[in-house]
């Protein structure tokens, strides 16, 4: 899931394996043989994973949501939903100069947009076989967001999260930026057209998933969701701080 926000207010598989699969459409990769272990005991037919990001200003007021719901079928994650909107933040709360220029998002298309506990409630009611699992990148800030957000959203507020930043920080130790955009260029990922809009950062998000669960099954790091949980995962009855405006901006 991915969102955006203005004022105050989502391996050892090759790129050249992934790159002509994503350009032409395909939704889903094949897993390792750890990965088919966790997702027979963890995400029985029936169960799955939703990819989400949410993108904020300071304080966090989303204007924008953004998810996949990717299911495993056989040795595949397939992608079986997706779901975006608009939103508006309150009367007080104007689209930034940052937001038009980095996310092309301005005030006269919000203007019509649902409020926020709106369209997070509609996303909400599509969520109707968990368990599931968020993924998302730095997903303390969709955490925080989500937890505020809990009285229109319940099922989203009670899903444990995973968090791609941690994934990445165990998977690549040493890394320069363990940004988004860095690590597509570390993986060889192109960076989409729209980069730093709610549904571009989703797609790519998954992608740089697949990566460091291959990187991670291939070295032995997990073979149980317990162990995936105990490096990335984030349980949702944690109420983190919101990171500095610094930190943000260099992840997102």
């Not at 995400?43 to 719901?69: F, N, Q, S, Y």
């Amino acid at each position: 899931m991915s969102t955006a926000a203005p004022g105050r207010d989502g391996r050892f598989l090759p790129a050249a394996y992934w790159e002509p699969l994503w350009a032409g459409g395909r939704r889903y990769r094949q897993v390792c043989t750890a990965e088919k272990q966790l997702m027979a005991e963890h995400l029985a037919p029936g169960k799955g994973r939703l990819a989400l990001d949410i993108g904020t200003g300071r304080p966090a007021e989303p204007i924008e949501v953004a998810a996949l719901a990717l299911r495993p079928v056989g040795d595949r994650l397939v992608e079986v939903g997706r779901f975006e909107d608009l939103m508006r933040p309150p009367a007080d709360v104007p689209v930034t100069a940052r937001d038009v220029q980095l996310k092309g998002i301005t005030q006269q298309m919000i203007s019509t947009a649902r409020p926020a506990a709106e369209v997070l409630a509609r996303l909400d009611a599509r969520l109707t076989a968990p368990p599931y699992r968020l993924v998302a990148h730095h997903a303390s800030t969709e955490a925080g967001i989500i937890g505020r957000q809990a009285e229109h959203c319940p099922v989203l507020a009670g899903t444990p999260l995973l968090d791609t930043l941690r994934l990445a920080k165990a998977v690549v130790p040493g890394l320069g930026s363990y940004g988004l955009d860095g690590l597509l260029g570390y993986y060889g990922i192109p960076k989409p057209a729209g980069r730093h809009r709610a549904m571009p950062d989703v797609e790519v998000t998954t992608q740089v998933l697949a990566r460091l669960l291959d990187d991670g099954c291939a070295d032995g790091r997990w073979s149980t969701l317990l162990e995936l949980d105990a490096v990335a995962g984030l349980q949702p009855n944690r109420r983190p701080h919101a990171a500095p405006e610094a930190e943000q901006r260099a992840l997102f």
